[in-house]
C-alpha cells in the first residue's frame, strides 16, 4: 500500500546512481541545437560524442511525489558553443525545480515563455532553485565533466518541443578565452 | 510577474546557506522527545545544547514549487539515546520528499501512519527518497556534525504533533558501543 522508502548511494565523483535509469544523449541526438551546423555535422561523422548522461530515478506522474537525476554533461565544445543539454519547459509549466552542483564547472541558461533570459553560475556547491514557468538549460564551460543533481516534481513532465524549435535568447560561448553569454543571432521572440 | 531564479553556494562543510531563514533547535525544545527525562533535564541544565539549526529557503506555499533547506544535526545523546530532530509528517501526507547527505554519519527514521518503521543509514552521498504518507526523523550516530539538504514540496507543510505525542516506533541507541535500532518501549500503536 506504502511505497517503500529508498537510500541510494550517489557517485559525487562520476553521478552514477546505482538501479536508476540511464539515458545517454550524443551530438547525433541534437540536430539543430547548435549554432555552428558544420561544425556538428563534422562531429556527428567523428565519433558522435557523448554529450551527457542521464540517471534517473522516478515515480509515477503524481501530484507531490518528487524524482531525482543526476546529469553528467561532457566537456567539449560545436564551434565555439559549449556543449549543453537539450533544455526544456516542464509540460505542468507551473512546475519548479531545484538542481546542485557536485562536480566540475558550468551553469544554468533560464528563460522565460517571452524569452527572458537568465545566466547562474554553477560549481560544486551552488545550489539552483529554478522557479515556476522557467524553461532551463544546463552549460559545461569547464575542462572536466559537469555533474550535478536535480529533485523535480514526478507530475511536471518535459516539454522539449518549445526549445527545439526556438532554442534560447542567449548562448555561451567561449571567445578569446573567455566564456560569454550573448544574444542567439538567430533567436526570434 | 515572474519568479527570479535563485543560485546560492551552499557550504558542504558547514551547512550554511548565505541568506537564508535560520532556526535554531536546543535540546530544551524538545521536551518529551527523549526516553531518559532526567538526563534530558540534567542536559537542558547544563548548557541546553543545541541539538540541530536549519537553513532554509522556502516559498508560498503553493502546488508544484521547491523549497529546499540544510539540517546541522550535532552529535551527542541523551542517555542512551542519539541526537535526532524533532520528525514529522507532512501537513499534505502525500507529499513526498529528498534529502541528500553531504557530511557526518547518521540515518533515517521513516515511519507510516500505523506504526510501521524502516531505518535508512546515511553517509555522504546517500540520497534518500521519502515516499507520500511517511513520517522522517534524521539521527546523528557519529561524532561530528551530520549535515544533509532537504528537498520538499512548498505545500508539503509540517505536522509536528503526532510524532510530538506519540513518537516513532523504534528508537536509536548506543549499547555496547554499537548503534542500534530498538523497539521503543514506549510505543502504543
Ligand atoms: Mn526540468
Ligand atoms: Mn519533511
Redesign the interface.
Known amino acids: 500500500m506504502?511505497?517503500?522508502?529508498?537510500?541510494?548511494?550517489?557517485?559525487?565523483e562520476t553521478g552514477i546512481?546505482p538501479g536508476a535509469k540511464k539515458s545517454v544523449r550524443r551530438l547525433s541526438d541534437m540536430k539543430g541545437y547548435f549554432l555552428d551546423e558544420k561544425a556538428w555535422e563534422e562531429m556527428v561523422k567523428n565519433g558522435d560524442p557523448v554529450v551527457y548522461e542521464v540517471y534517473a530515478?522516478e515515480?509515477e506522474e503524481?501530484?507531490?511525489?518528487?524524482n531525482?537525476a543526476t546529469t553528467v554533461l561532457y566537456p567539449g565544445k560545436v564551434g565555439k558553443e559549449f556543449f549543453f543539454t537539450k533544455g526544456h519547459f516542464h509540460a505542468?509549466k507551473?512546475?519548479?525545480?531545484?538542481y546542485?552542483a557536485l562536480k566540475g564547472k558550468g551553469g544554468?541558461l533560464?528563460q522565460?515563455p517571452e524569452g527572458?533570459a537568465?545566466w547562474?553560475?554553477?560549481?560544486?556547491?551552488?545550489?539552483?532553485?529554478?522557479?515556476?514557468?522557467?524553461a532551463h538549460r544546463t552549460v559545461n564551460t569547464g575542462n572536466e565533466p559537469f555533474i550535478f543533481?536535480a529533485?523535480y516534481?514526478?507530475?511536471?513532465g518535459h516539454d522539449y518541443g518549445t526549445i527545439a524549435e526556438k532554442g534560447f535568447s542567449k548562448v555561451v560561448i567561449e571567445e578569446d578565452g573567455e566564456v560569454k553569454v550573448v544574444d542567439n543571432p538567430r533567436w526570434k521572440s
Open positions: 506504502y511505497k517503500e522508502p529508498l537510500g541510494v548511494k550517489v557517485d559525487f546512481i530515478v515515480q503524481k501530484e507531490g511525489d518528487l531525482f505542468k507551473d512546475r519548479a525545480e531545484i546542485i544554468m533560464l522565460t527572458e537568465r547562474i553560475p554553477m560549481e560544486p556547491g551552488t545550489v539552483v532553485y529554478v522557479p515556476p514557468y522557467w543533481l529533485i516534481p514526478a507530475d511536471a
